[in-house]
């Protein structure tokens, strides 16, 4: 740095110094605290011009001003040595990202909405959030966001385009004359979490690949600020659940994690029914660099006990696990906490899976549940018949864990009684035949793990015309090999 830059820095310097209405013994402590090393004596003489500091503490010092003039809210900042990074983010894309996240960090799930709109602003764009409910039925708008479509009302899943767009995790235009608009998926990783409604102010923007790009940018991390605010409000969830969730649908869903994850090479989706009114069924997954995790659990009866029932089943299952215990220990404590709890009284079916993602080795637990299945090339393989004991909490006996080899591509479905012995009103059954059937179209379709299970549940309530006699809870899971990316 030339004598005239220094020069220039030093004025810069005791300018900021006259607005921070710092004295020398004040600027000289502030200095030290942030690792100056020059003396108090040091300092004030390079201030007044009668000597030089080498360009680090000429910075440090001019750092102990600017903050205090951070403090006051001045605009006017002493000058560094060399450029530093800007504080404020000038591209479009990062200054909507900084909006959300700056907005996020301490706002309530309620104003989402505002900080969505704020965010899409410093892209040029109008924001909308809908949500969709926990049935996966409909998409709702969150109170306070601007709308183009439907006027507050709810977008019907399999019949509107904001519909086709969270079906299909696709990006989808709507070319509506003075009205352009995207429908953006909005996603947590892999869990669907409803969509945005992107205005946009021409129709060419609709298809400007930047644009999208940002677009899913700014979904994805509004995918994590939603399941995040999720946690501790109740804005969001007032939206997402449509029925008044009873007692024990509370107990179960507060167990439940996301609907669907998914790491490198291995997605997990589940849903059970009825929502609102969940008693026994109740399902959970770890996933790691190495291993997926998986259960399924029905407890015994249709009510607030058989909530306590799959709660101690679940708490159990991730005792163990949290304490590094495999498939033989998790089945092991289930059943002594179960039966401790309950005292003899009370039991679970369930099935434990335990699957290798880097060889797709299977190794699995049956406790009186229904046969686990694959799926392979879009047909059931097989039911896995082995590794069954009775079910968990009428006291232990020995079981011998039941293993296969997955192939790249298998699907494994996991599913409670309430699936296959769903009954219309002749008292037919729908079967494994027609779940069989159901998942070979379904799988000829192309849908994804998550769209499966949603349709699935579907098919089952209307095979019993919408009321249902049994929790009815389906996991799907696919595999593929290592250097494989699932959608």
């Avoid at 310097?13 to 020398?24: D, E, I, K, P, T």
């Avoid at 033989?328 to 079916?349: C, K, L, M, P, V």
């Avoid at 069954?388 to 293993?403: A, K, S």
């Avoid at 009684?417 to 998942?439: P, S, V």
Wanted: net charge negative; glycine share 8%.
């Amino acid at each position: 740095m030339n004598d005239d830059a220094t020069d220039q820095q030093r004025r810069s310097l005791a300018l900021a110094l006259q607005h921070a209405g710092l004295s020398a013994g004040q600027l000289w402590l502030r200095y030290f605290a942030l690792g100056g090393d020059a003396g108090p004596i040091e300092v004030d003489a390079y201030v007044h011009g009668l000597s030089s500091l080498d360009p680090l503490q000429r910075d440090i010092l001019a750092h102990a001003v600017n903050e205090r003039l951070d403090e006051l809210t001045w605009t006017h900042r002493a000058s560094y040595t060399r450029p530093f990074r800007a504080s404020e983010p000038r591209s479009e894309p990062l200054a909507a990202l900084v909006t959300l996240l700056d907005g996020a960090e301490l706002a309530p799930p309620d104003r989402l909405p505002v900080i969505a709109e704020a965010a899409g602003q410093a892209l040029g764009l109008t924001v909308g959030i809908h949500l969709i409910d926990y049935a996966q039925r409909c998409l709702y708008p969150l109170p306070a966001t601007r709308l183009h479509t439907g006027n507050g009302k709810a977008l019907d899943v399999d019949t509107t385009l904001a519909g086709r767009a969270f079906r299909q995790v696709q990006m989808l235009p709507a070319d509506v004359p003075g009205s352009p608009r995207l429908w953006v998926p909005l996603v947590d990783g892999a869990e669907r979490l409803g969509v945005l409604e992107v205005g946009v102010a021409s129709t060419d923007d609709l298809y400007d690949p930047g644009l999208r790009t940002q677009c899913r940018w700014l979904a994805s991390l509004l995918g994590h600020v939603v399941t995040a605010q999720s946690q501790y409000g109740d804005g969001i969830d007032r939206v997402r659940i449509r029925d008044r969730r009873t007692v024990n649908g509370e107990l179960v869903w507060s167990l439940l994690p996301p609907q669907t994850a998914g790491v490198d090479n291995f997605v997990v989706t589940a849903l059970l029914e009825p929502g609102q009114n969940v008693n026994g069924d109740a399902f959970d997954y770890a996933l790691s660099e190495t291993t997926a995790d998986l259960i399924v659990v029905d407890a015994v009866g249709h009510d607030l006990h058989s909530g306590l029932i799959a709660a101690t089943a679940l708490a159990a299952y991730r005792s163990a696990r949290h304490s590094g215990h495999r498939l033989y220990e998790q089945a092991r404590t289930i059943d002594e906490a179960i039966n401790q709890q309950f005292g003899g009284t009370a039991f679970a079916s369930a099935v434990l899976v335990e699957l290798d993602l880097a060889t797709g080795r299977l190794r699995y637990v049956n406790a009186g549940h229904p046969h686990p299945l694959i799926m392979r090339s879009g047909k059931i393989v097989r039911p896995l018949a082995g590794g069954r004991r009775q079910p968990l909490g009428l006291g232990w006996t020995d079981l011998v864990i039941g293993e296969e080899s997955l192939q790249p591509d298998d699907w494994l479905v996991l599913h409670t009684d309430g699936i296959t012995e769903a009954r219309d009103d002749t008292g037919d059954f729908f079967g494994d035949a027609r779940l069989a059937d159901f998942l070979r179209r379904e799988a000829a379709a192309g849908h994804p793990p998550p769209e499966t299970a949603r349709r699935l549940v579907r098919a089952v309530l209307t095979h019993q015309h919408g009321v249902l006699q049994d929790d009815a809870t389906v996991l799907l899971a696919r595999w593929t090999t290592p250097s494989q990316i699932v959608p």
